[in-house]
């Protein structure tokens, strides 16, 4: 079991930065690779960066590519989205989410672990 609770949501302004953090406790959380997705409000749950069990493999959807980065700290048990140059199309509430392969998915189904999310919101 992985339980996963997010931090460091807010309100910026456009071109603005905010980092996410993911923090993960049980003790298989190394043996996950991991996602953040957002839902904006009447929109499906988009996938936004992965990162592979080991760290060394991530990937970013293209809206995000560029201004946004996914790292993990296997021994603090925790992940971490850096998002720079934040424009309003950001605004969402960002889930971070577990899946006990070694590597990521884009599909939410495939996930088995949730965070509650954390509401970004981003000013013009």
């Known amino acids: 079991q992985v339980q996963l609770v997010e931090s460091g949501g807010g309100l910026v302004q456009a071109g603005g930065s905010l980092r996410l953090s993911c923090a993960a406790s049980?003790?298989?959380?190394?043996?996950?690779?991991m996602g953040w997705f957002r839902q904006a409000p009447g929109k499906e749950r988009e996938f936004v960066v992965g990162?592979?069990?080991?760290?060394?493999?991530?990937y970013s959807a293209d809206s995000v590519k560029g201004r946004f980065t996914i790292s993990r700290d296997n021994a603090k048990n925790t992940v971490r989205l850096q998002m720079n140059s934040l424009k309003p199309e950001d605004t969402a509430v960002y889930y971070c989410?577990?899946?006990?392969?070694?590597?990521?998915?884009?599909?939410?189904?495939?996930?088995?672990?949730w965070g509650q999310g954390t509401q970004v919101t981003v000013s013009s």
């Open positions: 990162i592979t069990r080991t760290g060394i493999s991530t």
């Open positions: 049980g003790r298989t959380f190394s043996r996950c690779s």
């Open positions: 989410a577990a899946r006990e392969e070694a590597n990521y998915a884009s599909d939410p189904n495939l996930y088995h672990y």
